[in-house]
């Protein structure tokens, strides 16, 4: 199945084909010698991986996990990770990625709102040490000891105040940034995951014996959906925990790495290291993801002899929906045969299904306006926002998604993504909500009005800028604030910049004017250490 010649009829059938678990217990009684993932000090086969995950789900059921729970899992990208989340899947629990970083409210935040039952993560992890531990912890795999993960069931305070909503038919709740107010869990369907792998796939376009490099946050969906692709392609995934710069082209190397994946500032990183040998000799054929602009591709064909992929999606359209094939003037793509794209005005999204939007004509003007997504396939839509029925309807116009980005279609049809119309900064791969670090900042004793901006990163997408008032006659240093908050939150979301301000410009409702705000950096404080 290819992207230029894959019918939408083939797209349906492998869109709405068996349970992934299910493709698992398929594959393994197939070929259960083939490699379906590594890393540095193990070889797990189809097999292998099977009978762990076997093991694993009878493992939680003893414990207590079954088809009502809701489970939270935050551990870095490990093959003890993967096992656990197939075997959500396979029980029918209800899988919920969490940052393992997280801390303070906004991780209680997404306790209480998804209802989570239990957390799975390192007994000696720093998420561990803040949460509320009741029943012993238990440990989440058989056999497990040491740094094993471990299963802590959620207390009261956790669940007080949750959500309670109807999870539908969701096997994953993936959380948003938060724009406006506080992160959204969207329920992602198996139907929503394999078009999510099958959008990988046409991105990707993986030969056999090729090998993807993950790093990338398995709480993020862009990480997510590579668990599944050996599925469905032979091909291996080498893990490692985070993503390194200093060691990056030495575990391509030695993992024979043919792709990979770019969030976030990577390719800038990557473009301000000094070449190697490791990097001219290697096997590496496609980087794909999202967020390489027009420079950093240009500066990437001149120096790599790799191809780039740019997609663009979201988790509540079934991840990708465009797919640009190492096209340098073709934005992010095409959309994929089984989605409609169409752009229209943002306030008219909101307010009327009849505004359908344009293409641009041959040499006609470039009118950008909000993205809009529908699927041509049933179930590629989320159902919605667990428990926040205003938010889900919000984001519908009739049969489209509002995404609340903004970009143009071209004369050929071809997406460009041009900025993002929602209160979200993108900081180092993360999609940071102003909202949330402006409601901790807020609680400061010598913070009046706050707001969080984004600036201009010397690598990456941007940076973040604390704007505050003081109360009258009060002398504060931002530095000290922005110390303050490295313990009230998690080290991404964390502004870089502070900068006192005489009055806050506000709107006719007495809204903060973000428009209105200075991002230059004169007089600004900035974080160190």
């Known amino acids: 199945m290819a992207y230029d010649n894959v019918s939408l009829a083939e797209a349906e059938r492998f869109i709405h084909g068996p349970a992934l678990s299910a493709a698992l217990r398929e594959l393994a009684g197939v070929n259960p010698s083939r490699v379906y993932l590594r890393d540095r000090e193990r070889v797990v086969t189809a097999g292998e991986l099977n009978t762990r995950v076997d093991e694993a789900a009878d493992h939680l059921r003893v414990v207590g996990v079954d088809a009502s729970s809701r489970v939270a899992i935050a551990l870095p990208v490990m093959v003890e990770h993967v096992v656990l989340i197939f075997a959500l899947l396979r029980l029918g629990a209800l899988w919920i990625p969490l940052n393992p970083q997280l801390k303070g409210e906004p991780l209680q935040h997404q306790l209480r709102d998804s209802g989570a039952t239990a957390v799975i993560t390192d007994a000696s992890g720093p998420l561990a040490e803040h949460l ?72 990707t376009t993986p030969e056999p014996g090729d090998v993807f490099y993950v790093w990338e946050p398995l709480f993020h969906i862009g990480g997510a959906q590579v668990v599944f692709l050996p599925l469905f392609r032979e091909i291996t995934l080498a893990l490692v925990p985070k993503f390194r710069a200093s060691r990056f082209w030495q575990d391509v190397v030695d993992f024979d790495v043919t792709h990979i994946h770019y969030l976030g500032g990577v390719l800038q990183i990557l473009l301000q290291i000094p070449a190697t040998e490791q990097e001219r000799q290697n096997r590496v054929r496609i980087a794909w993801g999202a967020g390489a602009t027009p420079e950093v591709r240009a500066a990437c064909h001149e120096r790599y002899d790799f191809a780039l992929h740019e997609c663009y999606g979201m988790t509540e359209a079934s991840s990708i929906v465009t797919v640009n094939r190492n096209d340098m003037d073709g934005g992010v793509g095409r959309p994929l045969p089984w989605v409609e794209i169409l752009v229209g005005d943002t306030e008219e999204c909101a307010a009327s299904s009849s505004n359908r939007g344009a293409t641009v004509p041959e040499g006609g003007d470039r009118s950008i306006g909000e993205v809009r997504v529908r699927g041509l396939v049933e179930g590629l839509v989320t159902e919605g926002y667990l428990g926040n029925p205003e938010a889900s309807a919000k984001a519908r116009d009739g049969e489209w998604f509002c995404t609340g980005d903004l970009g143009y279609l071209d004369d050929r049809g071809r997406l460009h993504f041009t900025g993002r119309g929602s209160d979200s900064i993108r900081v180092r791969g993360e999609n ?15 913070v009046d009005r706050c707001a969080v901006v984004g600036v201009e990163a010397q690598v990456g997408e941007q940076e973040m800028l604390l704007l505050f008032t003081t109360p009258e006659g009060k002398q504060v240093d931002p530095a000290a604030i922005l110390q303050w908050g490295q313990r009230q939150l998690a080290k991404f979301q964390v502004p870089r910049y502070a900068r006192i301000v005489g009055e806050m410009p506000l709107t006719p409702s007495q809204r903060i004017a973000k428009h209105r705000l200075p991002r230059d950096l004169d007089e600004t404080s900035e974080l160190t250490g």
């Not at 999870?167 to 929503?192: D, F, H, I, Q």
């Not at 940071?432 to 010598?446: C, K, M, N, R």
Request: charged letters at 15%; glycine letters at 12%; proline letters at 10%.
């Open 132 to 203: 509320t531990v009741g029943a012993p912890p238990t440990p989440a795999l058989p056999a497990a000891a040491g740094e094993a993960p471990v299963v802590i069931p959620a207390v009261r305070e956790t669940q007080e105040g949750a959500s309670g909503g109807d999870r539908k038919n969701a096997c994953l709740l993936m959380y948003t940034s938060g724009t406006t107010g506080p992160p959204k869990g969207a329920l992602v369907s198996e139907t929503m995951l394999r078009a999510a792998v099958l959008g990988a796939l046409e991105v």
């Open 432 to 446: 940071v909500s102003a909202w949330q670090i402006e409601s901790v900042f807020g609680l400061h004793p010598d």
